[in-house]
């Protein structure tokens, strides 16, 4: 199995890729990190602790992670996730699950540093600012890592400005740091991510679980459906956050492109943009590749495989 850290800000696509990751043998969920994103790192915390109460859990360790990004002010995303970036589902106790007493980048480093070279894999579906941190505690990470995974970033248009996809818009300097860290970066942006859609199909196999996973990820669905109508004009929504995990579990399922990947940090109108230098065949150092296409079936029968292992 892939050995994995999950950092991320739930967030309703957020709290699929936990379950998934949770639920699928080929991944082990070492822990899940939180970071301000789709709504203060308090709120986004207290959903990943609750979403971890209701599958269980308690052999993950939790920590909260960046309060705000490296410069600039936080931006959220109530109209997508609503006010508690969770909204919808009744949130349950987390009961046994706890947080940890240490900061997220703080966790990432002992664990990394604790493992084998080459032994964890870093997942990221909000911004990417605990990460950066990270690296900053401790450079040595990015040779001890097996990569990192991230959704985030488009080959072409964003989905908060033309440019810019929300994860890299919110802290573009740290991701700029991911990306030029020199440990592999898989990039999950928008060309997947839009296509990883919750139909009415995918949806009623969810609910037709019948387990309380199932109950609530099709609750989640239900608002999240509602706010992707409303603002970006989805019929079905798009659960991005789900493509790191997949890839990690069946990377088969992907269709990538290789190529140098850099991040705008003083554009005008392309701030936060993910340049994907896709002129030449990449050369054999370039670590760097994006998704840019996936098997839709394969793709969902991998997630609804995973919840349906949940209880
Ligand atoms: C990304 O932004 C967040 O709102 C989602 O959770 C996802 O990580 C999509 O642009
Ligand atoms: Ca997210």
């Not at 505690?137 to 959704?151: C, F, K, S, T, Y």
């Not at 997949?246 to 990377?251: K, M, S, T």
Request: proline content about 6%; some cysteine.
């Amino acid at each position: 199995a892939t050995t994995i850290i999950l950092d991320c800000d739930p967030g309703h696509d957020d709290a699929f890729a936990m379950l998934t990751a949770y639920g699928h043998p080929a991944i082990d969920l070492v822990a899940v990190t939180t970071v301000c994103g789709n709504q203060t790192v308090d709120l986004v915390t207290r959903n990943a602790l609750a979403v971890g109460g209701l599958a269980g859990m308690t052999d993950v360790l939790f920590a909260r992670g960046a309060e705000h990004p490296l410069v600039r002010e936080h931006r959220a995303a109530p109209d997508i996730h609503g006010d508690t970036g969770l909204d919808g589902p009744p949130l349950p106790d987390p009961g046994a699950v706890t947080l940890d007493p240490r900061s997220a980048d703080q966790l990432i480093v002992d664990l990394v540093m604790a493992a084998e070279p080459g032994e964890i894999t870093l997942v990221a579906t909000a911004p990417l600012t605990n990460l950066a941190l990270a690296l900053q505690r401790e450079p040595l990470i990015a040779e001890r890592v097996e990569g990192v995974a991230i959704m985030g970033g488009a080959v072409g248009q964003g989905n908060i400005t033309p440019s810019a996809e929300f994860n890299i818009l919110v802290d573009p300097e740290a991701a700029a740091a991911v990306f030029d860290a020199g440990w592999s970066v898989t990039m999950m942006g928008l060309e997947v991510s839009h296509q990883a859609l919750a139909t009415p199909e995918i949806r009623s196999r969810i609910a037709g679980l019948g387990t309380d996973i199932g109950v609530f990820a099709d609750q989640m669905l239900e608002f999240f459906q509602a706010r992707y109508l409303e603002h970006q004009g989805f019929e079905s929504a798009p659960v991005h956050d789900l493509c790191p995990v997949v890839g990690l579990i069946d990377p088969t399922i992907f269709e990538f492109v290789r190529g140098p990947i850099a991040v705008e940090t003083a554009g005008r109108l392309t701030d936060g943009r993910t340049v994907v230098d896709l002129r030449l065949p990449a050369g054999d150092d370039c670590r760097h590749r994006a998704g840019v296409g996936l098997d839709f079936d394969r793709f969902w029968d991998v997630v609804i495989d995973a919840l349906s292992r949940l209880g």
